[in-house]
Nanobody
Framework: QVQLVESGGGLVQAGGSLRLSCAASGRTISSNSMGWFRQAPGKERELVASINWSGADRYYADSVKGRFTISRDNAKNTVYLQMNSLKPEDTAVYYC?????????????????WGQGTQVTVSS
């Protein structure tokens, strides 16, 4: 079993920054791709960013490209999402998830463990 706990969400003004963290416990995630998803009220969940097992390959949704950066520290069993130049449309609950694969890229399937989510609210 893998437990994922997100932190770092909050309320920020447009143009501001937040850094989300996802700490894994129970098993190492060093062999797995990790992803950050988000879901806004009334909208479907979307993949925001993913990172492969080594950190060498990263995927970003077009809506966040150039503003968000995903990274990982396998020694700490933790994944991060640095969010800059935040916009009101970034408001959502953000979820961290573990993929069952080492290299997931843009695939939205195959994620087998999920965190409880952290709320990000961007005011205009």
């Amino acid at each position: 079993q893998v437990q994922l706990v997100e932190s770092g969400g909050g309320l920020v003004q447009a143009g501001g920054s937040l850094r989300l963290s996802c700490a894994a416990s129970g098993r190492t995630i060093s062999s797995n791709s990790m992803g950050w998803f988000r879901q806004a009220p009334g909208k479907e969940r979307e993949l925001v960013a993913s990172i492969n097992w080594s950190g060498a390959d990263r995927y970003y949704a077009d809506s966040v490209k150039g503003r968000f950066t995903i990274s990982r520290d396998n020694a700490k069993n933790t994944v991060y999402l640095q969010m800059n130049s935040l916009k009101p449309e970034d408001t959502a609950v953000y979820y961290c998830a573990r993929s069952g694969r080492a290299n997931s890229g843009s695939a939205t399937w195959g994620y087998d463990y999920w965190g409880q989510g952290t709320q990000v609210t961007v005011s205009s």
